[in-house]
T-cell receptor, first 115, second 113 residues
Framework: AQKITQTQPGMFVQEKEAVTLDCTYD???????LFWYKQPSSGEMIFLIY??????QNATEGRYSLNFQKARKSANLVISASQLGDSAMYFC????????????FGKGTTLSVSS | KAGVTQTPRYLIKTRGQQVTLSCSPI?????VSWYQQTPGQGLQFLFE???????NKGNFPGRFSGRQFSNSRSEMNVSTLELGDSALYLC????????????FGSGTRLTVV
């Protein structure tokens, strides 16, 4: 079974609009962390935001926020006021504390921002 | 502050050869992880080294190996290359466990012909 599911292969949005990228996860480990990364065409993975399973509040980092719904096992990334430079592949990833330091990645969502 | 440096950026090898990729982590980071990214399988964890010891290993054959030096620089080696080893190999460094994000390098794109 997939541990990280990203159901949107591609998303299209106009500049200045907000966009939500979906991520659901599956784990029985009570202690885990959720990450979002951005991968532009250059290939580098850029860390965007982190949410710990025990964090009481949703994480925010500038224009990025994470809509964490623990009971539904979802960790959606919200990008407010999209910019052309946001066009990239976005990956949701999970680290289960019982499994050590390995990150488990979803298949990714390609975001295209147009003017 | 220098980021994670991976060398070389691009590599073309022939089936059956071996290859060594290098990763220099952010100064002070003691953990280095390696990932393979392919269109078919996506991003998969290879292994992680912390203070010169392999701490965690993914589900890859023994042809894939790695090591870490006392300065935290890491190398990964793939022996007897197969066409299916063609991929982007990403290295990530971290100061340790917990809520730290992993900082990735730009990757080494390996093509096996």
């Amino acid at each position: 079974a997939q541990k990280i599911t990203q159901t949107q292969p591609g998303m299209f949005v106009q500049e200045k609009e907000a966009v939500t990228l979906d991520c659901t996860y599956d784990t029985s480990d009570p202690s885990y962390g959720l990450f979002w990364y951005k991968q532009p065409s250059s290939g580098e993975m850029i860390f965007l935001i982190y949410q710990g399973s025990y964090d009481q509040q949703n994480a925010t980092e500038g224009r990025y926020s994470l809509n964490f719904q623990k009971a539904r096992k979802s960790a959606n990334l919200v990008i407010s006021a999209s910019q052309l430079g946001d066009s990239a592949m976005y990956f949701c990833a999970m680290r289960e504390n019982q499994a050590g330091t390995a990150l488990i990645f979803g298949k990714g969502t390609t975001l295209s921002v147009s003017s | 502050k220098a980021g994670v440096t991976q060398t070389p950026r691009y590599l073309i090898k022939t089936r059956g050869q071996q290859v060594t990729l290098s990763c220099s982590p952010i100064s002070g980071h003691r953990s280095v992880s390696w990932y393979q990214q392919t269109p078919g399988q996506g991003l998969q964890f290879l292994f992680e080294y912390f203070s010169e010891t392999q701490r965690n290993k993914g589900n890859f054959p023994g042809r894939f190996s790695g090591r870490q030096f006392s300065n935290s620089r890491s190398e990964m080696n793939v022996s007897t290359l197969e066409l299916g080893d063609s991929a982007l190999y990403l290295c990530a460094s971290s100061p340790g466990q917990g809520r730290y994000g992993y900082t990735f390098g730009s990757g080494t794109r390996l093509t096996v012909v």
